[in-house]
Every structure is written in C-alpha cells, then in structure tokens.
C-alpha cells in the first residue's frame, strides 16, 4: 500500500494513540469507531494556496455542501508540510465570515456612502476610468502612463499573470505590482 505523507501522519496519530491506549489496558473499540465519523469523515477534500504571501503554503480544504467547514496546512506540500503561519490559519474565515463583501461597492463622487452595483456595472465603471485616465495623462515621450497601476495576487496562476502583464504593458502601465510585497 502506498501512502501519502498526509495519510501517513493521520494513520501514524491514530494507530499509535490506539496502541499506546489498549497497552495501557483502556478498551479502545470506542475509539477507534469514533473517529470514522469525524465532521470531515464525508466532506469533499481539495487541495488550494495561501494567498496572503509569496511563499504559496499548501492548504487542504474540506467542503461539505458547498460550504467550507475545515481549512488545514497540506501535509503533502513542498513548501510548508503541514504548517501555517497566523495568517494562513485563518483564512477559514475568508469565506466564511458574515462580514464578507460579496458585491462590488460603488461610492458617487462627493458622496459619503457605498452602494452595491453588480459586475457589468462595476466592469464599466473600471474600463472606462482607465480610458480616462490613460488618455489624459499619456505620455507621448515615454509611451507610457505613471498615473495607472496594476496589481495581482498570490492565487493568481502563471498564465493569468502572463495575461495580466501583457494588458498592463499594452496600456503603457508600468507600476506593476503584486500583493504580497505590498
Ligand atoms: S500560511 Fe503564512 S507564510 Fe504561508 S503563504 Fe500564507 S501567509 Fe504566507
């Protein structure tokens, strides 16, 4: 049987509890059946990244329902076997938590409160200011404009990078930064 690091912790905690247990002389049947029906027992496993910073920790995520009900360090991922800074520990509640912004805001110039609009709406809105803003700071010496920038983020893959350089170049924007440096 071959097994993966993750599976080799969880069997290794298990059978090792179990027998250090039953040697001890505690009846362990009890146990042992309770842990087949831990929460996550029938949940869907996937595997994500950290997108708080750069160093791209691997997660195992457990949804059950559609709903994320567990969030854990990969034990099986080359850059951080298992572990989780503060950060990435709670980023559980990134979509759990009640206070989650769901919609795009939208606030009127001069005015003093938010007002949700939806994706069409709030993609027009972006394209057309960059329109704006591009046209009236162009610089025709350069081919370029300061007064735009760019930035991406750490669950961004290779090739939405690649994508999203190639726009920023072709709209002259050289401030190209990513989140996790910020
Ligand atoms: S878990 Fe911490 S160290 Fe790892 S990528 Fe996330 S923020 Fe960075």
Redesign the pocket.
């Known amino acids: 049987m071959k097994l993966k690091r993750r599976e080799f912790l969880k069997l290794a905690g298990a059978t090792g509890a179990g027998l250090a247990l039953s040697q001890l002389g505690f009846n362990v049947q009890p146990i042992e059946a309770a842990s087949n029906v831990t929460r996550i027992h029938d949940a869907e496993e996937y595997t994500s990244i950290?997108n708080?910073?750069s160093?791209?920790?691997g997660m195992v995520c457990h949804v059950k329902k559609g709903k994320l009900i567990n969030l854990e360090g990969d034990a099986d991922h080359i850059i951080?076997e298992g572990a989780?800074?503060s950060?990435?520990a709670t980023m559980y509640e990134v979509p759990n938590s009640d206070q989650r912004v769901k919609t795009p805001l939208y606030r009127a110039p001069g005015s003093n409160s938010w007002e949700e609009i939806s994706w069409d709406e709030a993609v027009e809105k972006v394209a057309k200011k960059i329109k704006e803003v591009r046209d009236e700071t162009w610089d025709d010496e350069l081919h370029s404009t300061d007064a735009l920038g760019f930035i991406g983020g750490a669950q961004n893959n290779n090739e939405e990078c690649y994508l999203f350089t190639k726009m920023a170049r072709a709209l002259g924007v050289t401030f190209l930064e990513h989140q996790a440096r910020v």
Do not use: D, H, I, P
């Open positions: 950290c708080f910073c160093c791209g920790c951080n989780l800074c950060k990435g």
